[in-house]
């Protein structure tokens, strides 16, 4: 139980990965979250893993909230903006899925730069609309299925990411590596 986290008074009682929450089942009537969701897999917990322990502590019939940005940042799931594939992660374990827009524009966004230097998904967002999806999932009624996914090492990565997004997407993040490693060893 932390009473302070980083020298502030928390709310929260525990603080913990969505990799392995410490709460039993079926302990919580809500669930939020906020902006988190598209920076699960790249702190190596895998969204279906995430969602499985969310809805393990969250009561049947009860709601999980989440938001998250389409066509923004995070994984790649989300910055490709592939809502059927992002409601099939809940499917297994929700009643009731609601998905709802908000604040999506109606022209594309200017390119995206960040700290000088060009989004690295900027080819993903070309004539896309950045916006906010609210997603609403009620937890079914008895149990629901639990994955354990285990992370997938750099190179099982770097291999499905190969055979979805092809090896010129790869040679580009190659080469932006390399070119912001130079600016900042050249100095």
Known sequence: MLEYYMGKKTISTKIASVNDLPYDENYFDFIIGNQSLEHWDENRVPLRKGLSEVFKVLKPGGMALFNVPIHFHGDYLFVEGNLELIKSKFTPFCSEILFEPWRKPSHPLPEI???????????????????????????????????????????????????????????????????????????
Do not use: C
């Open 113 to 187: 730069k960040h700290l000088g230097r060009v989004f690295r998904h900027r080819h993903a967002l070309k004539n896309s609309n950045a916006y906010i999806l609210d997603i609403r999932a009620r937890k079914m009624e008895g149990s629901v299925p639990y994955f354990d996914d285990q992370p997938k090492s750099s190179i099982k990565r770097l291999l499905d990411g190969l055979q979805k997004k092809g090896l010129q997407y790869y040679v580009y993040l190659v080469s932006q590596k390399l070119t912001l490693y130079w600016k900042r060893y050249r100095k």
